[in-house]
């Protein structure tokens, strides 16, 4: 069975840096597609960037381009964050999925969830 475990969560202040981690089962292979999604209290789950397999093409939601790095080496997948604010807070988690085909955006696109990982970024 699949599985995914994210970390690196935690308390940053506004402006500061984090990077978060998602390990993957050694059966989701470099053919999946990853992403990183986050969910704030009382909103839905959001996407926030995907990367794809073999050809690494990366792709951001517009409030995190040119502040979040999303990258992936044999066995886990990373989400470097940069310039956080208040508003990136949120539980972060890590998505696979087997097809690429799927808009990228939707939570509804991927078959493999961690638990995920707080970020809580304060004034």
């Known amino acids: 069975q699949e599985w995914l475990v994210e970390s690196g969560g935690g308390s940053v202040q506004a402006g500061g840096s984090l990077r978060l981690s998602c390990a993957a089962s050694?059966?989701?292979?470099?053919?999946?597609?990853m992403a990183w999604f986050r969910q704030a209290p009382g909103k839905g789950r959001e996407a926030v960037a995907r990367?794809?397999?073999?050809?690494?093409t990366r792709y951001y939601s517009d409030s995190v381009e040119g502040r979040f790095i999303i990258s992936r080496d044999s066995a886990n997948v990373y989400l470097q964050m940069n310039r956080l604010s208040p508003e990136d807070s949120a539980l972060y988690y890590c998505a696979a999925a087997r097809s690429c085909g799927r808009p990228w955006m939707s939570p509804q696109g991927y078959d493999v969830w961690g638990q995920g990982t707080q970020v809580t970024v304060s004034l």
């Open positions: 050694a059966n989701i292979t470099s053919a999946w597609c």
């Open positions: 990367i794809r397999n073999t050809l690494h």
